[in-house]
């Protein structure tokens, strides 16, 4: 089944660990290296607040669905 994730984040969640390292978990859902940052949340950093599609390759593509669909759409 297909899903489709809509990340309204454009920065990395630290997190730091027992031992005292910091982790940088992605939050835009780009990364190369997923579930850790990879850097690639500087393609989503200038992005104002419509809803924009990557593929994955993190090359915009566009999308076409319903405004009415768009709304029920859960953001992450
Ligand atoms: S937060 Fe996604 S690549 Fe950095």
């Known amino acids: ?3 489709i994730i809509i990340h309204t984040a454009k920065r990395p969640y630290r997190y730091t660990t027992q031992k005292g390292e910091d982790v940088w978990i992605c939050m835009c859902g780009l990364s190369d290296t ?3 940052c990879s850097g690639k949340h500087k393609i989503c950093a200038a992005e104002k ?4 599609a990557y ?3 993190a090359n915009k593509i ?3 669905l319903p405004a009415e669909i768009l709304q029920k759409i859960r953001r992450v």
Not at 49 to 52: C, R
């Open 1 to 3: 089944m297909a899903r």
């Open 55 to 57: 593929d994955q390759d």
């Open 34 to 36: 997923y579930p850790i």
């Open 49 to 52: 607040e419509e809803i924009l």
């Open 62 to 64: 566009e999308i076409n």
